[in-house]
């Protein structure tokens, strides 16, 4: 199957009383789009957001188990949770773009406010990123307006190429495309495969055809547990569980 | 029924008689206070008003120079002091306290803000005055920026507050310090309402006497020297519309019309600069 980027050894988190994982143990493999996917309020937004660390910035909330990057527990003592973001970019299901920069620097934050100075080599990562993340040409003439005046679906890409120029190792992304017209939509999944040649990509969707058109292999979560997990096609077409059934089935969800 | 919907009709027009009668009072009496403001006080603004400090109670070559200069001075020292402590700690409660500790935060600034000033001059007195020996202009500083530091804290946390969650998990997930988010993403989205905040604080102490009453305690020439004693236009218009000079008298309505004015041209100032056309004067 390939190497495990990223590990989860029976994780739970709570916020607050609400117990929103449970022992929860599940692969990454690199370079691949693992999708997570199953009914709302299951816990999928929950779980990406352990694994960059973000779960714990909220009053109340808390983390049991052990996340393992490269085989190494992103929960120790002596890992700060900052590194770990640099690592483990994150796409958010609104996209953002900061309305008091531009465009560039939208792009830019991450590496100037993490102390990158150089202006030539920023100006070649932020072009570099903008490709990649297929806005260059769209922006390329009016990279010194505000991030705000993009559409939903270019704010969107913008959101990826600020993830992208800190050359993260796994991109997280929370129903990237929910909030966008099926056009724009269409072009962040075209984008989520060009990535994932490499980036580890972990995408969760309410969306089974999205999962299906993008992923290589699915998770599928049900009030906080891991009901079933294997590669796309396999899941999709002939599901071990009843319950992964009756949710593709649209018995529920 | 028709009995009905005309007593309903009547009560109608009797409750917008009454708010329409309210707010033509308020706005009456508002109106005349700027109009004799006006009338009485443009009478005695002339250059030397402007560059003169007082002289002598019968001399008519006399001005309030030295006030304005020691308003400004007051005001300014008073705003650079509690500026960024006011958003140093407005961060501190939008950004990292919990919310149990936030409650009681915002319930004792909102309280401290409604401190009479009189109070604030007293015990700024004791605070600034006797252990210095001295009125001085940084005992009033000290005291205005007592006065300023809840409602700009106030109102700076309530624009960070108003900052979208996600801003600040967006900049949390391009691996930022939550400092630098604070500082970098949050405080510059919310600017606009930081500079309202700082607007009002600052109009507000501007027009301050009890707190200077008790420690500048007022001087008669341009401040020289921060551990002094020295004037302010408020000062000013409290001792001289006291005295029994109509010269004196006249300044001190010129000299009300002068303060009158600059709060306007501040909240003007401010609110062009913001932009925010919600907030009028």
Redesign the interface.
């Known amino acids: 199957m390939g190497y495990i980027k990223i590990e989860l050894d029976k994780v739970n988190a709570w916020y607050g009383d609400n117990h929103v994982l449970k022992d929860l143990s599940l692969s990454i493999f690199e370079k691949s789009v693992t999708a997570i996917i199953g009914p709302s309020g299951c816990g999928k937004s929950t779980l990406l957001r352990v694994i ?1 660390r ?1 779960h714990e ?1 909220v ?1 109340g909330a808390r983390v049991s188990g052990r996340v393992l990057l490269d085989g190494k527990n992103i929960y120790d003592d002596d890992i700060d949770p ?2 770990i ?2 690592r483990i ?2 796409i ?1 299901q ?1 996209p ?1 773009a ?3 920069l531009s465009i560039y620097d939208n792009v830019a ?2 590496l100037k ?2 102390g990158f100075k150089d202006k030539a080599m920023l100006d070649k990562m932020v072009e570099e990123s903008l490709r990649e993340a297929a806005l260059w040409d769209e922006v390329r003439s009016r990279l010194m307006d505000k991030g705000i005046s993009l559409s939903g679906g270019q704010k969107q890409r913008l ?1 990826i190429a ?2 992208i ?2 050359k993260p190792e796994v991109i997280l992304m929370d129903e990237p495309t929910s909030s966008l017209d099926p056009v724009a939509g269409a072009k962040i999944e075209d984008l989520i495969i060009n990535l994932k040649r490499n980036y580890t990509i972990i995408l969760v969707t309410h969306n089974i055809q999205q999962a299906a058109r993008v992923a290589d292999y699915i998770a599928f979560l049900y009030m906080g547990r891991l009901i079933e997990f294997g590669p796309a096609r396999r899941v999709l077409e002939s599901p071990e569980i009843e319950l992964t059934e009756k949710y593709l089935t649209g018995e529920f969800g | 029924m028709t009995i009905n919907l005309r007593v309903r009709k009547i009560k109608e027009k009797i409750f917008f008689t009454l708010s329409y009668i309210s707010i033509a009072i308020t706005l009456i009496i508002l109106g005349s206070v700027i109009f004799f403001t006006f009338v009485k006080g443009i009478n005695s603004w002339s250059i030397s008003f402007f560059l003169s400090p007082q002289r002598s109670p019968l001399d008519p070559n006399q001005g309030i120079a030295h006030a304005i200069q020691g308003s400004l001075l007051m005001s300014f020292l008073a705003a650079a002091i509690s500026t960024p402590i006011s958003i140093l700690a407005a961060i501190y409660l939008s950004e990292y306290a919990s919310t149990a500790f936030r409650e009681k935060a915002e319930y004792i600034l909102d309280a401290m803000a409604g401190i009479p000033s009189i109070v604030v001059g007293v015990v700024s007195y004791l605070l600034f005055v006797l252990p210095l020996g001295t009125f001085s202009a940084f005992a009033g500083s000290m005291a205005l920026a007592i006065m300023m530091f809840p409602l700009m804290t106030r109102a700076s946390q309530d624009a960070f507050m108003r900052v979208g969650r996600e801003y600040r998990e967006a900049g949390l997930a391009v691996g930022l310090p939550k400092w630098k988010v604070s500082l970098h993403i949050v405080l510059y989205i919310a600017k606009n309402g930081v500079i309202t905040g700082f607007a009002l604080a600052f109009g507000r102490i501007f027009g301050e006497t009890a707190p200077l009453l008790m420690t500048a305690l007022g001087s008669r020439s341009f401040p020289t020297d921060i551990f002094a004693p020295t004037s302010s236009i408020t000062l000013l218009i409290y001792e001289y519309s006291k005295s029994p000079f109509e010269i004196w008298i006249n300044i001190a309505w010129g000299a009300s019309l002068f303060i009158l004015i600059m709060n306007l041209a501040i909240n003007l100032v401010i609110k062009f600069s913001v932009g925010d056309r919600r907030w009028v004067i």
């Open positions: 960059n973000l910035t009053e900052v590194d973001r640099r970019g994150m958010f609104q953002v900061f309305p008091h934050i991450g406010l993490n959101a600020r993830a120029a800190l």
